[in-house]
């Protein structure tokens, strides 16, 4: 991301986000659930998702300032657990029950674009759930070459193994345009 300043004037003080939220009513039962927070930024959902019984959290992020904050922001908790790491050297993650993605993974190297959704689509256990917004081809930062976009039907062939639950296409027009697609899916058994 070019500057860390505009994400905090935006976010700094804003609420755990909705689509979020919504995905949790996927989840039942009180057995532990693992999720993975790919770009957590300034942690928020994580610290929402930590401080919810049974759920223990990684959260991910290159950005070393942004996790200073998180960290800061999150109540000590060992259900949190943040990890340094930008999305073009990881070769691993472990296996979740939520993998949540907000406005993210689009700023990956292109080369390793396909690798990191290969990487993130297996690590969801059969009946997990997807939480992911990713900018769509029209958005200013994608034709500006400053991040990836995806077409609708890129992503909906990307998540041919998922139920989808919730598929919203945002278009804005202002100065610059706005287009990203926010999804909820869960993994077919
Ligand atoms: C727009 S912010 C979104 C943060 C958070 N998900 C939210 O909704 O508040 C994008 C985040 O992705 C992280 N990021 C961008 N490129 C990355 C990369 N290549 N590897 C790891 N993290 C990256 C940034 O540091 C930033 O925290």
């Not at 919504?22 to 659930?33: I, M, V, W, Y």
């Not at 770009?39 to 959260?59: F, H, R, T």
């Not at 917004?133 to 958005?139: C, L, M, W, Y």
């Not at 930062?141 to 992503?155: D, N, P, R, Y």
């Amino acid at each position: 991301m070019r500057s860390n300043q505009n994400y905090l004037n935006k976010n700094l003080d804003r609420n755990v986000k909705d689509l979020l939220v919504k995905s949790l009513k996927f989840f039942s039962g009180k057995h532990p659930k693992h999720a993975v927070d790919m770009g957590c930024g300034l942690g928020i959902e994580s610290a929402y998702l930590a401080a919810l019984p049974n759920w223990s959290v990684l959260a991910i992020d290159s950005d070393a300032e942004l996790l200073a904050l998180a960290e800061k922001k999150t109540p000590a908790n060992e259900r949190v657990t943040f990890l340094k790491s930008s999305f073009e050297t990881m070769t691993s993650l472990p296996a979740c029950d939520l993998l949540y993605s907000y406005h993210s993974l689009h700023f990956i190297d292109r080369e390793h674009y396909e690798r990191l959704w290969n990487l993130i689509l297996t690590s969801i256990k059969p009946g997990g759930v997807i939480v992911i917004s990713v900018f769509g081809p029209e958005d200013s930062m994608v034709t500006k070459k400053h991040a990836i976009g995806i077409s609708e039907q890129e992503l909906r062939n990307k998540l041919i193994n998922f139920k989808i639950e919730h598929f919203e296409k945002i278009r804005k027009k202002f100065q610059e345009t706005t287009n990203y697609f926010e999804v909820i899916g869960i993994k077919k058994e």
